[in-house]
């Protein structure tokens, strides 16, 4: 199988890592020095996103049903994506939020590893390149001298949830999940995120629903940039496929680091600085492979 990049898939792939990490800064302010935990803010980022979709989702599928077999694969859908979030934010307990989003971003390794091994995706030597270039950024950014005593259990996490969010990534793309409008499948899997974390929070005795103000806008603020981070997302594994979306969201962890350190104050080093540009390097080889490839195929017709 050979990787297609369709119209627009670099646009939505670039913006959905950016504005997945703007979601991570915006409810670590709501939650860090306030009496709000994690769940709570998780769960209103998916509730916002449930209440602003689910309208135009519903008139959707009335006009075009939905199947009861593509239901159940969108609930193990959001069961991955839910898994990813919780081990993602819990390792923000131990390690910074750049620290953690970076980590996870080692996820395009495992995607690639996967593809390659099970669905015989063919990758040329500039996706390569790529996909090495990141690597190596990810790992300047990593900056072993500000991780503290319990750094490893925060990086175990932010390890697994890269596992189960390239997992997560090949199943919407492999079960056929992208036939489905974008609007009706965010709107879905912000739903069962809802409904999983309110069974999560509820058994844990986590949920705290006494937001100050500040928390609040913070929480809705970071539920509508999530709405577009998701929609960016559903599009971009439909027109770019997993492999590239994976690599260009790259753009996630300097989202991640830069925003951690002008608003949460983390601190940034001179390894950091030279793996964001590493990452940057990484996602124009990425989007000039992607181009030039589009253009052979489009010359073949």
């Not at 409008?181 to 409904?195: E, G, K, R």
């Amino acid at each position: 199988m050979n990787i297609k990049v369709g119209k627009n898939g670099f646009f939505y792939a670039i913006a959905q890592g950016m504005l997945f990490g703007l979601v991570h800064v915006l409810i670590q302010s709501a939650v860090r020095g306030a009496a709000v935990s994690n769940e709570t803010g998780l769960l209103i980022r998916f509730l916002v996103s449930s209440v602003v979709l689910l309208p135009a989702a519903l008139r959707r599928i009335r006009q075009a049903a939905l199947s009861k077999k593509l239901l159940w694969k969108t609930a193990l859908a959001s069961l991955g994506m839910l898994v990813t979030t919780l081990l993602l934010y819990a390792s923000y307990r131990y390690i910074s939020t750049g620290m953690g989003v970076t980590l996870h971003y080692t996820y395009p390794i495992v995607t690639m590893v996967i593809s390659v091994l099970f669905f015989r995706v063919r990758l040329n030597w500039q996706m390569l390149l790529s996909i090495t270039l990141s690597f190596a950024g990810i790992v300047f950014l990593c900056d072993m001298d500000t991780m503290g005593v319990s750094a490893a259990l925060g990086a175990a996490l932010a390890l697994a949830s890269a596992v189960t969010f390239s997992c997560y990534l090949l199943w919407t793309e492999h079960q056929n999940l992208n036939s489905l409008d974008p609007i009706v499948l965010t709107a879905l899997i912000s739903l069962f995120n809802s409904l999983g974390l309110l069974v999560y929070g509820g058994a844990r005795g986590n949920f705290s629903l006494a937001l100050s103000p500040r928390s609040a806008v913070l929480l809705c603020a970071g539920g509508l940039v999530g709405v577009l981070a998701m929609l960016a997302l559903t599009l971009a594994i439909q027109r770019a496929g997993a492999v590239y979306t994976s690599i260009l969201g790259t753009l996630e962890p300097i989202t991640s680091t830069v925003g951690g350190a002008l608003i949460l104050h983390e601190t940034v080093r001179g390894p950091a600085v030279l793996g964001s540009a590493l990452v940057v390097i990484a996602v124009v080889v990425a989007t000039l492979s992607g181009r030039s490839k589009g253009q052979k195929e489009s010359a073949a017709y």
